[in-house]
């Protein structure tokens, strides 16, 4: 059974850090994208980064550059993302996913996780 696991969400306040991770298991995706997604109450989910399998290429939602950084370790299997600098505007739940394609698009992506609750306090 595929499956991909976030960590790391939390409580912190504005300009505070946290680093998510997210750990597949059931198959590798070393050759697979690897992205960050977010979906606040109400809200639409929207991109946030993403890395490409051999992790040459990154891309960033606007709101997030230079503030987040997305990385991977393809020997653990796993994608983080380090964020820095958080607003209370970054306070949603964030997902990871997987796809054959480096992209911004929700649909473009195969595997999701269940998600990490990110809260961020003004």
């Known amino acids: 059974q595929v499956q991909l696991v976030e960590s790391g969400g939390g409580l912190v306040q504005a300009g505070g850090s946290l680093r998510l991770s997210c750990s597949a298991s059931g198959r590798t995706f070393s050759s697979d994208a690897l992205g960050w997604f977010r979906q606040a109450p109400a809200k639409e989910r929207e991109f946030v980064a993403v890395?490409?399998?051999?992790?040459?290429?990154?891309a960033y939602a606007d709101s997030v550059k230079g503030r987040f950084t997305i990385s991977r370790d393809n020997a653990k299997n796993t994608v983080y993302l380090q964020m820095n600098s958080l607003e209370p505007e970054d306070t949603a739940v964030y997902y990871c996913?997987?796809?054959?394609?480096?992209?911004?698009?929700?649909?473009?992506?195969?595997?999701w996780g269940q998600g990490t609750q990110v809260t961020v306090s003004s």
């Open positions: 890395i490409s399998w051999y992790g040459g290429n990154t």
């Open positions: 996913a997987a796809g054959s394609l480096t992209t911004d698009w929700v649909s473009d992506y195969d595997y």
